[in-house]
């Protein structure tokens, strides 16, 4: 079976947007629950908004100024790629702030 590089993409984008909402609103203390579903999916529509723009503003930097950016010397950046880097490191430190806040001791930080 072919999953074709649209479709992954989409789904790397919609998976990485649902995980930065649920990571942020359990890291802000609400834990896992919302009050509504609607109070969700308004949320999850929020961070893929953020997440677009995110996306559109790395790609107007690696537009700008591709000649710092390794492998895009002299030619146009393929904005795809682009998106799916952003979703990915997006996604990375959605994870480990996840891991961060929840399995780091504090007593080894001085926090109270």
């Keep these: 079976m072919h999953i074709s590089y649209e ?10 947007s649902l995980l930065v ?3 942020r609103h359990n890291v802000t203390g609400h ?5 509504s579903i609607e109070a969700f999916l308004g949320a999850w529509f929020v961070h893929a908004i953020a997440l677009v723009l ?3 503003l ?15 010397f ?3 950046p393929d ?14 430190a959605a994870i480990a702030i996840f891991f961060l806040a929840h399995w780091v001791p504090t007593d080894s930080l001085g926090i109270e």
């Design 54 to 56: 995110l996306s559109v």
């Design 74 to 76: 002299g030619e146009a």
């Design 79 to 92: 904005y795809d790629d682009v998106q799916v880097h952003v979703c990915v490191t997006v996604l990375i």
């Design 21 to 23: 909402t649920v990571v």
């Design 7 to 16: 479709a992954r993409r989409s789904s790397l984008f919609a998976v990485t």
């Design 31 to 35: 834990g896992f629950n919302w009050s």
């Design 58 to 72: 790395t790609g107007a930097l690696v537009a700008r100024w591709r000649r710092f950016f390794v492998g895009t």
